[in-house]
């Protein structure tokens, strides 16, 4: 298809410097304009391909510019777009319910809006709604938003830029067996890191913390999985101060794990999840879902400009059937589990990887430095390096040495391969 006219990446930088709030980040030292989407691919203004293997951040689950999402977006556009929710529109709550049938437990009632930071926001007013407390846990190296108080419960230094975060806020160790912050060994410890949950519940609250925000998988803090027990663990101490569990699954949600949320690997349901990033496919979304209990403390006039609007609800509806009948979950669960194993390999003959681990299509592979690069200097280079060759990847966690792997859920098996393929090359010229 011929590329039609385009300013060209240094002209987005001029004009990026000239005219956006410095703090918007982008990657690579020569990046390319992207210009446009299908299925697993991404093409830049010269007209070369490359395999998405980030998604936008953990967004584009049925890949680009699905054709079918692509007309359900396009007939409501042409239908009607807005009208905000002091009008009564069709779509928000059929994928309300449509939600509340997919939801962990007995999670059935939501709130829409645009972000996940606002999602979390939102979360964060219900719980002190529901509870009448209003100090929060959080994990350290957890991302939750950059709003103000979505930034004060991140606990990534990266992403902390307010001098002044919200008060009222504790981190914790979020549980890491490789290198237990406490020193010990998984299999043979105490659970310390849930024990350091209730000894800063103790020490560093008032005693009544409304909730505590985790990421059930940590997306940004690097991909870390906790041990099985943590989450039936933590219950147990957040159901003995009363505090409910909040489940930021904004990058974990729909799929990308292997399970619908991620929380369900281990059997825990949360009082509150959030979620955005998949179920707009590429429309902003933001929502939070909580129990018939909980919401009825939520009763005052609550208002979204463009939450669940017209446009999105049609986008959430069609992405959940589209992943429900392709069978998208265990497929992510399958393929993931592959790829992990694949980059497993390639730990055993690197030794510039130092870990690979994940869930389902959620793959983060740890780098390690090669004197003189630091170890995010290689991960960098790692990731131009895929650039160059056209395969687009992310990079995480608190040393940005994560190189982490996120492709659309309906990713062949060949082109799986064919990627990791290109990723071994590019660690053969960095060794
Ligand atoms: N929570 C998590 C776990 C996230 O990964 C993100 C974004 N990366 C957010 C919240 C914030 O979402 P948004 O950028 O849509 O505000």
């Known amino acids: 298809m011929p590329e039609r006219e385009f300013i060209g990446p240094e002209a987005i930088l001029a004009k990026k410097q000239r005219y956006l709030i410095p703090c918007a980040y982008h990657f690579y030292k020569d990046p390319p304009q992207?210009?446009?989407?299908?299925?697993?691919?991404?093409?830049?203004?010269?007209?070369?391909?490359?395999?998405?293997?980030?998604c936008g951040v953990s967004v584009h689950a049925?890949?680009?510019?699905?054709?079918?999402?692509?007309?359900?977006?396009?007939?409501?556009?042409?239908?009607?777009?807005?009208?905000?929710?002091?009008?009564?529109?069709?779509?928000?709550?059929?994928?309300?319910?449509?939600?509340?049938?997919?939801?962990?437990g007995k999670l059935c009632r939501t709130f829409f809006c645009c972000s996940g930071s606002e999602a979390n926001e939102g979360a964060a007013l219900l719980a002190t709604l529901y509870t009448g407390r209003n100090e929060f846990l959080a994990f350290q190296n957890g991302l939750h938003g950059r709003t103000k108080l979505g930034m004060s419960l991140t606990g990534l230094a990266f992403w902390r830029t307010d001098p002044h975060p919200v008060g009222g806020i504790t981190h914790v160790?979020?549980?890491?067996?490789?290198?237990?912050?406490?020193?010990?060994?998984?299999?043979?410890?105490?659970?310390?890191?849930?024990?350091?949950?209730?000894?800063?519940?103790?020490?560093?609250?008032?005693?009544?913390?409304?909730?505590?925000?985790?990421?059930?998988?940590?997306?940004?803090?690097?991909?870390m999985v906790p041990p099985p027990e943590y989450y039936p663990?933590?219950?147990e101490v957040l159901d003995k101060y009363k505090m409910l569990l909040i489940a930021d699954e904004v990058q974990t949600g729909f799929g990308r794990t292997g399970r619908m949320f991620a929380m369900e690997h281990w059997n825990v349901v949360p009082d509150i999840v959030t979620g955005g990033k998949a179920l707009g496919g590429g429309t902003p979304v933001g929502f939070f879902s909580t129990t018939d209990q909980i919401?009825?403390?939520?009763?005052?006039a609550g208002a979204s400009t463009f939450?669940?609007?017209?446009?999105?609800?049609?986008?959430?509806?069609?992405?959940?059937?589209?992943?429900?009948?392709?069978?998208?979950?265990?497929?992510?669960?399958?393929?993931?589990?592959?790829?992990?194993?694949?980059?497993?390999?390639?730990?055993?003959?690197?030794d510039i990887i130092s870990d690979v681990r994940g869930l389902g299509l959620m793959v983060g592979v740890e780098i390690i430095g090669r004197e003189?690069?630091?170890?995010?200097?290689?991960?960098?280079?790692?990731?131009?390096?895929?650039?160059?060759?056209?395969?687009?990847?992310?990079?995480?966690?608190?040393g940005r040495n994560v190189v982490t792997w996120m492709p659309p859920l309906m990713i062949g098996e060949e082109e799986l391969i064919e990627a990791v393929e290109a990723f071994e090359k590019v660690l053969r010229t960095i060794r």
Do not use: W
């Not at 020193?183 to 209730?198: I, K, P």
């Open 34 to 54: 992207i210009v446009r989407g299908q299925g697993i691919y991404l093409y830049d203004s010269t007209g070369k391909r490359y395999m998405d293997l980030y």
């Open 62 to 104: 049925l890949g680009h510019c699905h054709p079918e999402m692509t007309e359900a977006i396009c007939r409501q556009v042409r239908t009607l777009q807005h009208t905000t929710t002091i009008y009564l529109t069709e779509p928000i709550v059929n994928l309300a319910e449509r939600l509340a049938g997919v939801l962990p």
């Open 173 to 223: 160790p979020p549980p890491y067996c490789r290198c237990c912050p406490f020193g010990r060994t998984y299999g043979s410890c105490r659970f310390e890191c849930v024990g350091a949950v209730e000894s800063a519940i103790l020490t560093a609250t008032s005693g009544k913390p409304a909730a505590m925000f985790v990421e059930p998988i940590q997306g940004n803090g690097g991909v």
């Open 233 to 235: 663990k933590l219950r």
């Open 295 to 300: 919401a009825a403390s939520y009763t005052r």
């Open 307 to 350: 939450g669940g609007n017209p446009v999105t609800a049609q986008a959430g509806l069609k992405f959940l059937e589209i992943l429900q009948r392709e069978s998208l979950v265990a497929r992510s669960a399958a393929t993931g589990e592959r790829l992990k194993n694949r980059l497993k390999e390639l730990a055993g003959m690197y």
């Open 372 to 398: 003189p690069l630091s170890a995010a200097d290689c991960t960098d280079r790692i990731l131009e390096n895929m650039k160059d060759a056209g395969y687009l990847l992310g990079k995480t966690g608190p």
